[in-house]
């Protein structure tokens, strides 16, 4: 007579009987597969994308203006008065979107101009002894880094608003060493806060917008038109593979996708205040 043996229980010790490889049909009853899982459209990953290419735009800005600088194509003064009247512009949009009074934004911009034209020639001799191909090394590496740590609006443990500025400020606190005169560093240094903190500041305000991705991006492209064609084939492609490739992989693979959960996940130890 076969001894009749006792139900299957998800303790191992009370499952005398059975293999040690047997597996229940009941084990997998309390599987669950994709909980919370958000489906991203093709129009999101789309205006995802843009965040990124708009932070790329940026530094491409910051380094024509550098480059226009330190071959002296157009004066100091002209990319000066531009830049400001370009950044006076947006600046007037962000104020009056903003809840934050005037007075307290001009208070910024008077200590900064004051205080980043009295710093200048400091700066510009801060890295002067440091060999050219090492600082241009330098900053790209910290212009990767600046990008890399972006806040993009995704939350990620990679995340670092302030690396990713500090990053971005030091590269180009070594870019000015290249420059002329102290006066082409301040202007340098105006146009990388522009770029960095400003414009940032701004772009969050707008959010996801297709109207300021395209006016970014048609912009920055005409700029580099004007420095180099190779370079402007090398910026398009690579914008058309962020911002057209990318989105649609992720979109088409987000059918692959698959998250499951189920008894078998390790407990979570709670903090237990006594």
Sequence with gaps: MTQKRNPWKKNLYENEGYPDNYTDPSFLEELKKNINLRQVTLTNAFLGAGL?????????????????????????ECIFFWSNAISLSCYAYYVYNDSVGIVKHLKMVVIFTLFGYILSPVLKTLTETISTDTIYATTVFMMIVHMTFFDYGVKALIVSSSLSLNAAIFGSICLVSRLPTPFHAFVLLTISVQSFVLFPLLLAKIGTSLTALFFITASTICLLCTFSMTITVLFVITVTFINLLCPFWFHKWQKYKENIYGPWDEAVVQDIKL
Excluded: R
């Design 52 to 76: 990124v290419t708009q932070e790329l735009c940026l530094v491409v800005y910051f380094v024509v203006a550098f480059t226009y600088l330190y071959n002296e194509w157009i004066t100091a």
